[in-house]
């Protein structure tokens, strides 16, 4: 764990998972420009170690943790609550694509993709939202993606554990909105990232990380409940959700596939 002190009330307060490379790392660079006080959570405390490097005096605190352990993700919330007087802002990012099929011994895969990214989104928000209803403030946020719309053929774990992290943000924004507490879903498309790097097959309107991340914060900071990005893939998706299933099945059977990891 590492921090700046001297921190001023005034300045937002970001925890944020899944931080040490791709959307989590521009989410984190994004609101370092805008003077914000940083919680970052990350598997790879290399990673996370050298980026704070690069901005020496920042506020940001480093927690090396796997979401998947809520017990250490409450630990790293605790800490930054104690450390800055609360988040204000708490972005569960951390996810992972992987190719898996069902037939060919995935089964791992699939508990691994659905652990990271649906039950680590809910251990991430799990320790602040007592803290947050208290005060009747604060922001959380999901990152989702347009993948959960619809099932995508050799992406069945992806597509589930996206599709299940729409359906459980839509309910946590109604269950919180009476206490004051915000609930953002941000459901990206393609982006410029390492994961998206792999894929062998083309990505329609890719954006940047950066441009990504500019935008993000400025959705949640002015509390949309629900935004894609880029916005040709919100109509693409507004689509894809209303094709009947024999005309997108007949679509997408040859679709190419993302490919299965190396066992």
């Not at 970052?40 to 352990?69: C, E, H, K």
């Not at 410029?192 to 900071?221: G, H, Q, S, W």
């Amino acid at each position: 764990m590492n921090a700046a002190t001297n921190d001023t009330p005034a300045r937002l307060r970001v925890f944020i998972t899944g931080a040490s490379s791709g959307i989590g790392l521009a989410l984190a660079e994004e609101y370092l420009k805008r003077g914000a006080v940083l919680g970052l959570v990350a598997r790879r405390g290399d990673t996370l170690a050298a980026f704070a490097a690069r901005f020496p005096s920042a506020s940001i605190s480093l927690y090396p943790a796997d979401v998947r352990d809520a017990a250490a993700l409450s630990v790293a919330a605790e800490h930054f609550c104690a450390l800055h007087g609360g988040a204000d802002v708490v972005i569960a990012n951390a996810g992972i694509s992987r190719g898996a099929l069902t037939g060919h011994g995935d089964l791992d895969v699939f508990r691994e993709v659905m652990d990271i990214n649906y039950f680590g989104m809910v251990a991430t928000f799990e320790p602040f939202v007592a803290r947050m209803v208290a005060g009747r403030r604060g922001t959380l946020v999901g990152i989702a993606s347009v993948a959960g719309v619809r099932g995508l053929p050799g992406s069945g774990a992806y597509s589930a554990s996206k599709s299940a992290a729409l359906k459980y943000l839509e309910a946590l924004r109604v269950e919180m909105r009476p206490a004051g507490v915000s609930v953002v879903t941000i459901a990206p498309g393609y982006i410029r990232t390492e994961m998206t790097r792999r894929n062998p097959y083309p990505m329609p309107f890719l954006m940047d990380a950066d441009v990504f991340a500019r935008k993000t914060a400025d959705a949640i900071a002015n509390k949309k409940r629900f935004a894609t990005f880029p916005w040709q893939m919100r109509v693409a998706g507004a689509l894809l959700h209303v094709v009947p299933r024999w005309l997108y099945d007949r679509a997408m059977e040859k679709a190419p596939r993302k490919p299965r990891p190396e066992k």
